[in-house]
């Protein structure tokens, strides 16, 4: 499929890369997204880079919507940049390398209530579970839903489930979730429909950090880390008397 | 400073909006009407996208600890009551004085939404660039909330701006809200959008900041009702697996997985923000050029209208008329 334009209303145009969730199309999605910003236009409010699309929001008063498709449809050939190759800066502006990040995860118990349940609907043990998210390289694929949201993915095929049938009205806020390929951590308490298996103690959206609000950007790989419950106290009141930068986080 | 003296319905603190922050997940936020904000704060002398109290069918009643120039955008029922009890209509559209200890009661409001603004402002910190009140996740406002009794609220100093008023109360239109078709049109079915564009909808009670769920024809998918999640934006018009259209509003998630069958232009989108439920809405088709010229004729119109403003007849003051130098070369003649 070539890159095509779809009209979000007069206010915003979408660039769509294909119909699938795909680690190759969302890396042409943040390729665009870096040579727009490259180009630095005028009359842009907003860039919104999702699974396989980047939406631009734009005031269709200051900047003419056939030109802006234009360079987007250009900025849809823009070279992907592997997360493997990725050096500290390349120099492009807008463009920020992926970063690889390492979070702490307490698994089970109060912590992820569903864990039993994952662990029975797929057949493996609790600690088969643990490992197995821990040991994939999860892609950021975008930031949605709620400020700061991670959808992460892409699980291996058997953690594959459906989401709940009843959602729960409230999932405690730093859950990390699961569901279908996707995992998730929820920065706020929120109405939720994915397995719970363990919560984080790292903040994912600090409104004081006003250059880089949300942890995780689309395009990082993240990994998970088991730590036990007196570990997540210690990180937990760490964090919360802002005793620990977010760089603590990237991986070694 | 106001305090809050009681706040029976859920009011938020609104201004121009988040916007540079939807790439984080983090919605737009903002006056679902921003041109009645922007009419709010001239008449208070405020720049027009300056933090207001954005309130829905029932206002609260709030006291001034020190005088202070206020203005309401909306068909507000608002009575001043002074420190011995004597109560006063307060009008919509003008500037509305307030002494010290005047309690203002700002009563039931016909129609949906309506504008509070306070001359200098409400001295509310910005969070990521705004003031706007983003309550899932508490930000913006209060601490991230509506309003509640108790509340004091600071207000920025400064001169009382010279007291206007509006001639004519702007009027929202009612004809057909205006669409571009969706990036998933043909996601539906040609029946579904003949319907979509014949048919009148009825707003249903599920209606809030974040959007209205509408009742009417169901309108079918051709291709099931999920897509990959991609951008929404206020004014797109999802329509989920049981048929029944969602417009998007201000607060509206960044992303969605529903098929947009649509999208209210720009223009328009302020119309929504007043709707209330059991109202009936009807689309119409446009082409993106006629939704540039419509936006292009709100911005005219409500320049004019700002324009169009007069100082009060009562409370015509030629020396503060001096004193903010706003009759050019007068003061000069003198020389």
């Keep these: ?252 | 400073m106001i305090e809050i003296l009681d706040a029976p319905l859920p009011a938020t603190f609104q201004d121009g909006g988040r916007a540079g922050y939807r790439h984080l997940g983090v919605p737009l936020s903002g006056a679902l009407d921003g041109g009645w904000l922007a009419i709010a704060n001239a008449l208070v002398g405020n720049p027009p996208a300056t933090v207001a109290l954005e309130i829905r069918l029932r206002g609260p009643r709030l006291r001034a600890t020190r005088p202070l120039t206020l203005a309401l955008a909306g068909e507000f029922s608002a009575r001043i009551e002074d420190a011995a009890g004597q109560s006063r209509a307060a009008g919509n559209w003008r500037s509305l004085a307030l002494a010290e200890n005047e309690i203002l009661d700002t009563g039931f409001l016909k129609g949906g939404i309506g504008y509070l603004a306070v001359h200098g402002g409400f001295d509310l910190p910005a969070v990521l660039g705004s003031r706007s009140t983003y309550a899932r996740a508490g930000l913006g406002g209060i601490e991230g909330r509506a309003i509640k009794s108790g509340d004091c609220l600071k207000v920025g100093a400064g001169a009382p701006p010279i007291p206007l008023r509006l001639p004519q109360a702007p009027r929202l239109a009612n004809d057909p809200l205006r669409v571009i078709a969706g990036p998933q049109r043909d996601y539906f079915t040609d029946a579904a959008w003949a319907a979509f564009i014949t048919t009148e909808f009825t707003v249903s009670r599920e209606a809030d900041r974040m959007g209205l769920r509408l009742d009417g024809p169901r309108l079918d998918h051709t291709r099931g009702s999920d897509i990959i999640s991609d951008a929404v934006t206020p004014g797109a018009i999802q329509v989920p697996g049981d048929g029944r259209p969602i417009v998007l509003l201000a607060d509206c998630q960044t992303v969605g997985g529903y098929p947009k069958i649509a999208t209210v232009i720009g223009a328009d989108l302020p119309r929504l923000g007043h709707a209330l439920p059991g109202q009936t809405l009807r689309f119409v088709e446009v082409s993106l050029e006629q939704a540039l010229a419509a936006r292009r004729e709100a911005a005219a119109i409500l320049a004019e209208c700002i324009a169009s403003m007069v100082p009060e007849r009562a409370g015509f003051d030629l020396d503060a008329l001096y004193a903010a130098n706003l009759i050019d070369g007068v003061i000069d003649a003198q020389h």
């Design chain 1, 1 to 252: 499929m070539t890159p095509r334009l779809l009209a979000l209303g007069d206010g915003a145009l979408t660039l769509e890369f294909g119909d699938r969730i795909d680690p190759a199309l969302n890396a042409q999605v943040i390729a665009a997204r870096d040579a727009l910003a490259a180009l630095r236009l005028d009359g842009i409010s907003d860039v919104v880079p999702a699974w396989r699309s980047l939406t631009v929001h734009f005031d269709p008063l200051h900047l003419d919507r056939q030109r802006l498709g234009e360079h987007l449809l250009r900025c849809a050939q823009a070279e992907t940049q592997e997360l493997a190759l990725a050096g500290p800066r390349s120099g492009i502006p807008g463009r920020q390398s992926p970063t690889r990040w390492q979070i702490p995860v307490v698994f089970g118990d109060e912590f992820g209530p569903d864990l039993a349940a994952v662990a029975q609907a797929t057949g493996r043990s609790e600690s088969q579970i643990i490992e197995a998210i821990c040991a994939t390289e999860l892609r950021v694929f975008l930031i949605g839903f709620l400020p700061g949201f991670p959808y992460l993915g892409e699980l291996p095929d058997w953690l594959r489930l459906p989401r709940l049938a009843t959602p729960r009205a409230a999932v405690p806020a730093n859950s990390l979730a699961i569901a279908d390929a996707q995992a998730a951590i929820y920065p706020w308490q929120s109405p939720g429909g994915w397995h719970l298996l363990g919560r984080t103690p790292v903040r994912l959206f600090d409104v004081d950090k006003v250059g880089r609000p949300a942890l995780l950007a689309p395009g990082d790989a993240v990994r998970f880390r088991p730590i036990a419950r007196d570990e997540f106290e210690r990180l937990a009141a760490a964090v919360a008397a802002r005793e620990i930068e977010p760089a603590a986080w990237q991986a070694q």
